[in-house]
């Protein structure tokens, strides 16, 4: 394969000036008009009003295609017959101060919301999209077949598939935002993702005027079973889980970990929810490992088997910590703004022990009802230590608490994890 020329021989190594003709963004603004839209990867630099490019982590991919000649760099997406399958919006949350920062509400309907700027030759490219789609899973095959659930031809087919609306979202930071949500100077926040980012965006730094930036990160997947309006209004039952990525146990079945057999459990309890009459959301992110990836993730699985006296429940964080120096990078701060996107006030049933996430959630304005634990049946035998470490660590159980001296051990170290 030839390799063609990425564009012109100049290179700009960072611009400390903004541009003739980019459009303002005036973040949490009431209409889409007033906001403006996010104009990231585009041929057009002057209309860039965002540092880094779209696609998250894929952004990498797309540069390597057009490096190799297999996409034109100028190439602009054809959006006919892409707008979403369900209206997800506007709602009072979008714009409340503060309350969405890592996302871009409008950001599934710019076809629509800005298609004045869109003729006028800006290149505006969604960072949402909501389609429909059939969820097949072995566990709910097996519960149908042994009468845990029961098809309905609305919500689960008779073959087992369950029928739901799911949205993919790209990260869209607002930098002040974040700053305050983190409790940190935006400076700071800014130079430190200029510097251990190996000085990738040097716009981080030079142009303080852009406050949007797109990450080169992962994004997150919701899936809806029910009626998407129904996630907004408190007098429909909301069953809902928060999950972060596990690829070992949630594509392949690893038994070292819960996450998988919760995050079927889980399922499970948003089909019924919406058979109920309710409404079920499963809100999936893309923090691998704790979001120190997954490298260090089976270092760490290395460090806890061959620890002297084995792996334990009272080593269970330490492991971890000797590897990443630090016990946990997700930071649950952001999660609940898709909840808030959704228009989302009240969670009847929160299939989650966390207490991370329990917390985030609510300290962001969004009541919880019920809690519901993993059943014992589900945990596997290898999986056990860490479920006895996380509750010790002050995780939610129904049962009986944890030993108080091993409680005692967790807590003094500071313990913080959610499967």
Not at 366 to 375: C, D, F, K, S, T
């Amino acid at each position: 394969m030839s390799v063609a020329t990425p564009g012109p021989r100049h290179i700009r190594l960072t611009s400390h000036s903004g541009g003739h003709g980019a459009l303002p963004i005036h973040w949490a603004a009431p209409t889409p008009q007033e906001r403006g839209p996010v104009v990231g990867t585009t041929t057009q630099r002057a209309h860039r009003n965002v540092i880094g490019t779209h696609s998250g982590s894929y952004s990498v991919y797309r540069a390597l295609a057009v490096a190799a000649g297999a996409l034109s760099r100028s190439h602009k997406a054809d959006l006919t017959n892409t707008a979403p399958t369900d209206a997800i919006g506007p709602y009072p949350q979008w714009s409340e101060p503060g309350r969405i920062v890592s996302m871009d509400p409008w950001g599934a309907t710019v076809s629509e919301v800005f298609a004045e700027q869109l003729a006028a030759g800006y290149d505006i490219r969604p960072t949402i999209a909501v389609t429909k789609a059939h969820v097949i899973l072995p566990e709910v095959i097996e519960a149908l077949h042994t009468g845990r659930l029961t098809a309905d031809h609305k919500f689960l087919t008779a073959q087992g598939a369950a029928v739901v609306t799911k949205a993919a979202i790209e990260p869209v930071w607002w930098l002040p935002g974040l700053a305050r949500r983190f409790g940190c100077a935006e400076t700071d926040l800014r130079r430190v993702l200029f510097e251990e980012t190996g000085g990738m965006y040097p716009e981080l730094v030079t142009r303080s005027d852009l406050e949007v930036f797109l990450p080169p990160i992962g994004g997150q997947t919701i899936y809806i079973f029910g009626r998407a309006r129904d996630l907004a209004d408190p007098n429909v039952e909301l069953t809902a889980r928060v999950h972060d990525e596990c690829n070992g146990s949630d594509v392949f079945g690893s038994d070292i970990c819960t996450c998988r057999p919760y995050l079927t459990h889980a399922i499970e309890e948003c089909i019924r929810g919406a058979q109920r009459g309710g409404v079920g959301l499963i809100a999936y992110s893309r923090k691998e490992g704790r979001a120190l990836g997954e490298v260090t993730k089976f270092l760490v699985y290395n460090a806890r088997k061959r620890h002297a006296g084995g792996d334990t429940a009272s080593q269970y964080f330490a492991r971890t910590e000797c590897v990443a120096g630090v016990q946990d990078m997700r930071f649950q701060e952001l999660m609940p703004d898709v909840l808030h996107w959704l228009g989302i006030r009240k969670i009847h049933r929160l299939v989650s022990m966390s207490n991370m996430k329990f917390d985030a959630i609510l300290k962001s304005g969004i009541e919880i009802g019920e809690r519901v634990n993993i059943p014992d049946g589900l945990i596997p035998p290898d999986a056990q230590v860490e479920i006895d470490a996380k509750i010790a660590a002050g995780y939610f159980t129904p049962g009986q608490a944890p030993d108080a001296e091993e409680l005692g051990k967790a807590k003094g170290r500071g313990l913080q994890a959610d499967p």
